[in-house]
């Protein structure tokens, strides 16, 4: 009986390699081989002197890749990604795992699963920091977005953190979006994070929840035109409660705008936030004064189709007394098929 199974076992083992060996003839010729190689060049000096923000030189660079196949506009990815932080060890930041589904066509995109924040995720630094494109440049959840004739709509979900006895449960979701009418356009943006306890419960601690919004119009530059650029103005507001020591929200709004211009490798901008300080969990710590105006001079050292080389002077005025200033490197190399 048992030589029977044996058999029996080895025998359909056979038919499934028989079967396995005349499909991958098939699957080479319907599916594509992908991949994507990035390195990116980090230098970030903060020259904070005000005290509203954490002063800190940020210097590194990553390299990150992903391989994957291609069928009918899905496809399949994984890689990893690793910071190097210059002056530490190797091993002070952990690899990050890149692995993900996506479906795309003319008119949409849908991904799930571990997937790279660059090009996908673009908030305001009000509501979701640079730094997050150093220390967690991969989105852990799902993304989606439509597109129109006028205009996009997109909406993400992002995993932060898994809840366990010591860990807290984090996660953040956002939709953001655009219409527009030839030069004139509506810019819609929406955040929300949730900030839980760990399992066991800490003392005097409690959930917590950040939440908000900018609707901005604007209008852009023509397409023939020397100066590429736009200005656009609107509303920034935000709620924030931690539950059982605030009263219900605690609610904020001010005026929010934003000028850029470009020509050829210079460009400059502009950003004005004026009212009532915002609390966003992830966001820019500058904005949670009444008044900010940041200005950045940029200069576009590297214009090649797969590199980019951007430095930046900013200039940060806060509150109209204090005055600090921050110098930005970014090299973004990024090749594939």
Same mark, same amino acid.
């Not at 190797?90 to 690899?95: F, T």
């Not at 509506?186 to 760990?198: I, R, S």
């Given at each position: 009986?048992?030589?029977?199974?044996?058999?029996?076992?080895?025998?359909?083992?056979?038919?499934?390699?028989?079967?396995?060996?005349?499909?991958?003839?098939?699957?080479?010729?319907?599916?594509?081989?992908?991949?994507?190689?990035?390195?990116?060049?980090? /230098?970030?000096?903060?020259?904070?002197?005000?005290g509203?923000?954490?002063?800190?030189?940020?210097?590194?660079?990553?390299?990150?890749?992903?391989?994957?196949?291609?069928?009918?506009?899905?496809?399949?990815?994984?890689?990893?990604?690793?910071?190097?932080?210059?002056?530490?060890?190797?091993?002070?930041?952990?690899?990050?795992?890149?692995?993900?589904?996506?479906?795309?066509?003319?008119?949409?995109?849908?991904?799930?699963?571990?997937?790279?924040r660059?090009?996908?995720?673009?908030?305001?630094?009000?509501?979701?920091?640079?730094?997050?494109?150093?220390?967690?440049?991969?989105?852990e /959840?799902l993304?989606?977005?439509?597109?129109?004739?006028?205009?996009?709509?997109?909406?993400?979900?992002?995993?932060? =953190?898994?809840?366990?006895?010591?860990?807290?449960?984090?996660?953040?979701?956002?939709?953001?979006?655009?219409?527009?009418?030839?030069?004139?356009f509506?810019?819609?943006?929406?955040?929300?994070?949730?900030? !839980?306890?760990?399992?066991?419960?800490?003392?005097?601690?409690?959930?917590?929840?950040?939440?908000?919004?900018?609707?901005? !119009?604007?209008?852009?530059?023509?397409?023939?035109?020397?100066?590429?650029?736009?200005?656009?103005?609107?509303?920034?507001?935000?709620?924030?409660?931690?539950?059982?020591v605030?009263?219900?929200?605690?609610?904020a709004?001010?005026?929010?705008?934003?000028?850029?211009?470009?020509?050829?490798?210079?460009?400059?901008?502009?950003?004005?936030h =004026?009212?009532?300080?915002?609390?966003?969990?992830?966001?820019?710590?500058?904005?949670?004064?009444?008044?900010?105006?940041?200005?950045?001079?940029?200069?576009?050292?590297?214009?090649?189709?797969?590199?980019?080389?951007?430095?930046?002077?900013?200039?940060?005025?806060?509150?109209?007394?204090?005055?600090?200033?921050?110098?930005?490197l970014?090299?973004?190399?990024?090749?594939?098929?």
């Amino acid at each position: 009986m048992i030589y029977y199974f044996r058999l029996r076992k080895k025998r359909t083992m056979k038919k499934l390699i028989y079967i396995l060996f005349w499909m991958l003839p098939f699957a080479g010729v319907s599916q594509n081989f992908e991949y994507q190689i990035l390195f990116e060049g980090i /230098g970030d000096n903060r020259e904070y002197f005000s005290g509203k923000a954490l002063p800190q030189t940020i210097l590194g660079s990553r390299g990150a890749f992903e391989l994957g196949i291609e069928m009918d506009n899905h496809r399949v990815r994984g890689g990893l990604s690793q910071l190097l932080e210059f002056g530490s060890d190797l091993d002070y930041h952990k690899p990050k795992l890149t692995l993900y589904y996506q479906y795309s066509d003319e008119q949409k995109d849908f991904l799930f699963g571990s997937f790279p924040r660059r090009g996908r995720i673009d908030f305001p630094l009000v509501m979701m920091t640079d730094t997050l494109l150093y220390y967690r440049p991969n989105i852990e /959840g799902l993304f989606g977005e439509v597109r129109w004739d006028w205009g996009h709509q997109n909406g993400f979900v992002d995993w932060v =953190s898994r809840q366990t006895d010591v860990k807290r449960e984090n996660f953040t979701a956002g939709f953001s979006g655009e219409i527009f009418q030839k030069n004139l356009f509506l810019q819609n943006y929406l955040l929300m994070f949730h900030d !839980a306890g760990p399992g066991i419960p800490l003392p005097n601690d409690h959930i917590k929840d950040y939440m908000g919004f900018a609707l901005q !119009a604007g209008v852009r530059t023509s397409e023939n035109s020397a100066v590429n650029g736009f200005i656009k103005a609107g509303i920034l507001g935000s709620s924030f409660r931690e539950r059982s020591v605030t009263n219900g929200f605690k609610n904020a709004t001010s005026l929010f705008a934003e000028a850029r211009a470009r020509y050829k490798n210079y460009g400059i901008k502009s950003v004005l936030h =004026s009212g009532k300080g915002h609390q966003f969990k992830d966001g820019d710590r500058f904005y949670r004064q009444d008044n900010y105006w940041r200005t950045d001079v940029i200069w576009y050292f590297i214009n090649h189709e797969k590199i980019k080389g951007s430095f930046n002077l900013s200039f940060h005025l806060i509150n109209w007394n204090d005055l600090d200033q921050q110098q930005q490197l970014s090299i973004v190399y990024l090749f594939g098929k």
